[in-house]
């Protein structure tokens, strides 16, 4: 899929039109508290081009993405919104619950894709039940017994999300669930682990096989990080919002390295990498191959490397904080990897997981 556009869909198997480009809100809602300054930076996004947002009630941010949309002035059906059920409300079998909770925070009527966030099991019960299967095709429930009868297919015929899907689902995770005779709709959509290092070429034929489109998460595991993120928005009830310029960025800084400080003056610069070489830095910075192939198209290296999962076909969202950011992972329809280059990005794939596996998930 070389030639790509900002208005680039790919088809769901129901012939819903998803854009291939989307926008994970999980770094805002996740280095910013205050429910204005990530609606603002969602705004941001907006303002870049972005209209499919990738959510997940685990990550917050819902009311302020709801916020965002209804002051952009744009029109609800011109945004493409999907969000995931949290494995505690699967497990417990509070489906209707998550996704009302859902559309209540978004202030919304619907979902336009809405998908089990991990596979999961119920491992009190004998035999083992399948709270992902329950969660999918709903479930029967005696009178005595708490949690909901319907499940993701009869929020889909009931109109409350126009798709369905699953994250995180690997081939055996996806044969456990089509087999089941209660799997009267099959997923839309599987977003998995994906980038260079993990280019999951088995699930990707598998899915394809089964008419379900293959989209790319890359979820970086929090306890390999060195260091928390160097931005802190609401650092006082005094101060900016979000930072729009060097100087607040500075400030901010000085606030959070000192809480007494309240002066723009650094005796070290913020952006004196060589003491943290991974703040606010992407995960593919530091790969060569990335940077060789980037400084010959004058991208940044995530800008080539969302290139390079779009072309692939490969449903992509994106994640940023400041302004700046969120503006350049959207500046990647002005440029096109060669087939050369392609093959050189698919080279580096070395079947590399960061983060959590889903068979071995302990939260």
Known sequence: MAKLSPDTTITLAN????????????????????????????????????????????????????????????PREEFFISSKMRL????????????????????????????????????????????????????????????????LIQFYQTGLTRAIGVCNFEIHHMEELLKTDKCTVKPMINQCHFHPLHASLKLREYCKENDIVFGGLFEENELIQPTKPRMATDVNRAGLLYQ????????????RLAPERRSSELKESPYDY????RREKGFFDDCDGV??????????????VTRWSMQSGVVTTVKAFLPEQIKSEYN???????????????????????????DYIDF
């Open 244 to 255: 729009t310029s060097e100087e607040h960025v500075q400030a901010n800084y000085a606030v």
């Open 274 to 277: 060589s003491k943290n070489p």
């Open 291 to 304: 940077t060789e192939i980037a400084q010959k198209y004058g991208k940044t290296n995530n800008q080539v």
């Open 88 to 151: 505690d409300e699967m497990s417990d079998g509070r489906f209707y619950q998550a996704i009302d909770e859902t559309l209540l925070e978004l202030d919304m009527d619907y979902l336009d894709l809405y998908s089990i966030h991990w596979p999961g099991y119920i491992t009190i019960d004998w035999p083992k039940r399948i709270a992902f299967i329950d969660a999918f095709c709903g479930r029967e429930i005696s009178k005595t017994e708490n949690g909901d009868a319907d499940g």
């Open 15 to 74: 012939g819903v039109e998803m854009p291939i480009l989307g926008f994970s809100i999980e770094d805002i809602a996740k280095k910013s508290y205050n429910i204005r300054t990530q609606s603002d930076l969602i705004l941001e996004a907006i303002d870049a081009g972005f209209r499919y947002f990738d959510t997940a009630e685990d990550h917050g941010g819902l009311r302020a993405l709801g916020a965002a949309v209804k002051k952009s002035g744009i």
């Open 332 to 358: 990647v329809f002005d440029f096109a990897l060669s087939d050369e280059d392609m093959e050189t990005m698919n080279r580096f794939n070395m079947g590399m997981r960061f983060g959590y596996h889903p």
